[in-house]
């Protein structure tokens, strides 16, 4: 699928995708919108019963499906994989925070994404194929699922996917049954979906253009949902800032919104639990740094909406890094 494709891509770190990830998080209107669908015609996956899981995703670069019977010729050969530095199990500790923050990334991705996601049974707590990516043969323990063998990190990923599903559900800013229009709506000076790039600033023809591109941010308007509830009244919801980092150095992002605006982050993949403990609050024109390879999520803390729907008073030229080449911890494959 199209979100599958552009999504892994992204969070490999291939270049010139951050404009189709543009459209796979807002509900494929490129896709969809034309022919009159809904948002929710997206189905959204990053895994599926086909392919790898997802910690098979960050492990592998190539599939391993010798036990198959079949010398490995069955299987999809492309699979947007990318191993870290290693194929398969690793003991270096670098290289495995690295795989348990892109499975963060890829689920947080997937669950703020407009349209309905799609969660592989088993993703949630890290199930492993060893490399098969067409275990349909397998009945045995390398496709069954296991509910009671969780170590540490599998309990923690568990609980992390258990809480985004929560946040989803709780927030209809990530359920919207209209598509953006990403345009000032009903003569106000706020926009429904605004893009910005690391300085603060509004995300430009020649940002979008940019191939070595790998960051991006999303502002979702909680109260441009321009929908009704069942009592006849406007559904209302808080506004959101998605922050995504797929280059392999740190970026600063400077929070967008005139001064004064309050941001609060929840979500941090760089931390083993996804979710802070406690919501840190940063002020807007406030620069907070997303780690290489690592997303962040802020909600914007009750007051002004309108001025928060604006590109940082305190911008700053930013220009986006250049390179090629992706540095990964640990010895190579």
Same mark, same amino acid.
């Given at each position: 699928?199209?979100?599958?494709?552009?999504?892994?891509?992204?969070?490999?770190?291939?270049?010139?995708?951050?404009?189709?990830?543009?459209?796979?998080?807002?509900?494929?209107?490129?896709?969809?919108?034309?022919?009159?669908?809904?948002?929710?015609?997206?189905?959204?996956?990053?895994?599926?019963?086909? =392919?790898?899981?997802?910690? $098979?995703?960050?492990?592998? #670069?190539?599939?391993? @499906? +010798?036990?198959?019977? &079949?010398?490995?010729?069955?299987?999809?050969?492309?699979?947007?994989?990318?191993?870290?530095?290693?194929?398969?199990?690793?003991?270096?500790?670098?290289?495995?925070?690295?795989?348990?923050?892109?499975?963060?990334?890829?689920?947080?991705?997937?669950?703020?994404?407009?349209?309905?996601?799609?969660?592989?049974?088993?993703?949630?707590?890290?199930?492993?194929?060893?490399?098969?990516?067409?275990?349909?043969?397998?009945?045995?323990?390398?496709?069954?699922?296991?509910?009671?063998?969780?170590?540490?990190?599998?309990?923690?990923?568990?609980?992390?996917?258990?809480?985004?599903?929560?946040?989803?559900?709780?927030?209809?800013?990530?359920?919207?049954?209209?598509?953006?229009?990403?345009?000032?709506?009903? =003569?106000?000076?706020?926009? $429904?979906?605004?893009?910005? #790039?690391?300085?603060? @600033? +509004?995300?430009?023809? &020649?940002?979008?253009?940019?191939?070595?591109?790998?960051?991006?941010?999303?502002?979702?308007?909680?109260?441009?949902?321009?929908?009704?509830?069942?009592?006849?009244?406007?559904?209302?919801?808080?506004?959101?800032?998605?922050?995504?980092?797929?280059?392999?150095?740190?970026?600063?992002?400077?929070?967008?919104?005139?001064?004064?605006?309050?941001?609060?982050?929840?979500?941090?993949?760089?931390?083993?639990?996804?979710?802070?403990?406690?919501?840190?609050?940063?002020?807007?024109?406030?620069?907070?740094?997303?780690?290489?390879?690592?997303?962040?999520?802020?909600?914007?803390?009750?007051?002004?909406?309108?001025?928060?729907?604006?590109?940082?008073?305190?911008?700053?030229?930013?220009?986006?890094?250049? =390179?090629?080449?992706?540095?990964?911890?640990?010895?190579?494959?």
């Amino acid at each position: 699928g199209k979100y599958r494709d552009a999504i892994r891509s992204f969070w490999k770190g291939d270049e010139g995708k951050i404009g189709e990830v543009a459209y796979r998080l807002t509900g494929s209107p490129d896709l969809y919108q034309h022919d009159g669908k809904r948002p929710y015609a997206s189905i959204n996956f990053v895994t599926s019963h086909d =392919g790898f899981t997802l910690t $098979d995703l960050v492990s592998y #670069n190539k599939k391993h @499906n +010798e036990a198959n019977g &079949e010398k490995n010729h069955d299987g999809d050969n492309n699979n947007l994989s990318w191993n870290h530095g290693v194929e398969g199990p690793s003991d270096d500790p670098e290289i495995n925070t690295l795989r348990e923050r892109q499975r963060r990334n890829f689920l947080t991705t997937l669950l703020v994404s407009q349209g309905v996601p799609m969660l592989l049974g088993g993703d949630e707590f890290g199930r492993t194929q060893k490399g098969n990516n067409n275990a349909y043969c397998q009945d045995n323990e390398l496709s069954w699922l296991n509910w009671e063998k969780r170590d540490e990190k599998q309990k923690a990923l568990f609980e992390f996917t258990r809480r985004l599903i929560q946040l989803r559900h709780q927030h209809p800013v990530f359920r919207r049954p209209k598509f953006f229009q990403g345009r000032r709506i009903r =003569g106000s000076e706020i926009k $429904d979906v605004m893009w910005f #790039n690391p300085g603060g @600033n +509004e995300m430009s023809e &020649e940002d979008w253009g940019l191939p070595f591109a790998r960051c991006l941010g999303m502002m979702l308007s909680g109260d441009t949902i321009d929908v009704l509830n069942f009592q006849g009244e406007p559904i209302r919801d808080d506004t959101f800032l998605f922050l995504i980092n797929a280059h392999y150095e740190t970026i600063s992002f400077l929070l967008p919104g005139r001064e004064h605006i309050e941001w609060q982050l929840l979500i941090d993949t760089a931390l083993e639990f996804g979710f802070l403990a406690e919501p840190k609050s940063f002020a807007s024109g406030e620069e907070l740094p997303v780690i290489d390879r690592g997303a962040c999520l802020l909600k914007l803390s009750a007051g002004a909406q309108a001025q928060a729907r604006q590109e940082s008073f305190r911008k700053r030229p930013f220009d986006f890094p250049h =390179g090629v080449s992706q540095p990964v911890p640990g010895k190579k494959e």
